[in-house]
């Protein structure tokens, strides 16, 4: 099984559309979660973190935690053509160097205009 | 916002030399940084986590000799590919912990190895 999974996609919405992006993960250890974006042949940028159940909104982003169910999810509002990347998921595990950010295989979203 | 640089940025290279590529923290200090591997169309890999002053951590099915890190600062890891081959060729990207939050990571603009 693997850590961090998500749908490859692609997820196609309208511009102005709210585009909903998802993640399951398997260590119910974890505490720490990460949504990147990563544009092609670029690196991953934050678009933010959440460490507790619920929602966190920042601007057009709101990233929701769900332990009990092993599940992080994210909103994009008002998407624009701009949003098109791949958004990755990332979970922060214990290892044997200390504590380690495994990401997901990435979510590909394409904002039409 | 934190700031991580790499170098070189391309590298083109021979099948059997070895390529070192540097990462540095440029305004804060990493007592952490890892070293990601992307195929195309493909997540991030995690290759190791190197702590500064301390031997790297490698994950599963990642040669430590063929992939050397060294972490000598709280600014500086490299990361060597000896003897480099074609199915080496790949997205090399680093990314850096700060000391202080101990939480984000910050990654670099990546590195791209190309072996003919």
């Known amino acids: 099984q693997k850590e961090v999974e998500q749908n490859s996609g692609p997820l196609s919405v309208p511009e102005g559309a709210i585009a909903s992006l998802n993640c399951t993960y398997s260590?119910?250890?974890?505490?720490?979660f990460f949504w990147y974006r990563q544009y092609s042949g670029k690196s991953p940028e934050l678009i933010m973190f959440?460490?507790?159940?619920g929602d966190k909104e920042d601007g057009r982003f709101t990233a929701q935690l769900n332990k009990a169910s092993q599940y992080v999810s994210l909103l994009i509002r008002d998407s624009q053509p701009s949003d098109s990347a791949t958004y990755l998921c990332?979970?922060?595990?214990?290892?044997?160097?200390?504590?380690?950010?495994?990401f997901g295989a990435g979510t590909r979203l394409f904002v039409k205009a | 916002g934190a700031v991580v640089s790499q170098h070189p940025s391309w590298v083109i290279c021979k099948s059997g030399t070895s390529v070192k590529i540097e990462c540095r923290s440029l305004?804060?200090?990493?007592?952490?940084m890892f070293w990601y591997r992307q195929f195309p169309k493909q997540s991030l890999m995690l290759m190791a986590t190197?702590?500064?002053?301390?031997?790297?951590?490698?994950e599963q099915g990642v040669e430590k000799d063929k992939f050397l890190i060294n972490h000598a600062s709280l600014t500086l890891s490299t990361l060597t590919v000896t003897s480099a081959h074609p199915e080496d060729s790949s997205f090399y990207i680093c990314?850096?912990?700060?000391?202080?939050?101990?939480?984000?990571?910050?990654f670099g603009p990546g590195t791209r190895l190309l072996v003919l």
């Open positions: 305004d804060f200090q990493a007592t952490t």
């Open positions: 260590d119910r250890g974890s505490q720490s």
């Open positions: 990332a979970v922060k595990v214990s290892g044997a160097g200390g504590f380690k950010t495994i």
């Open positions: 990314s850096a912990r700060e000391q202080r939050t101990e939480e984000t990571q910050y």
């Open positions: 959440i460490y507790s159940n």
């Open positions: 190197s702590n500064e002053g301390s031997k790297a951590t490698y």
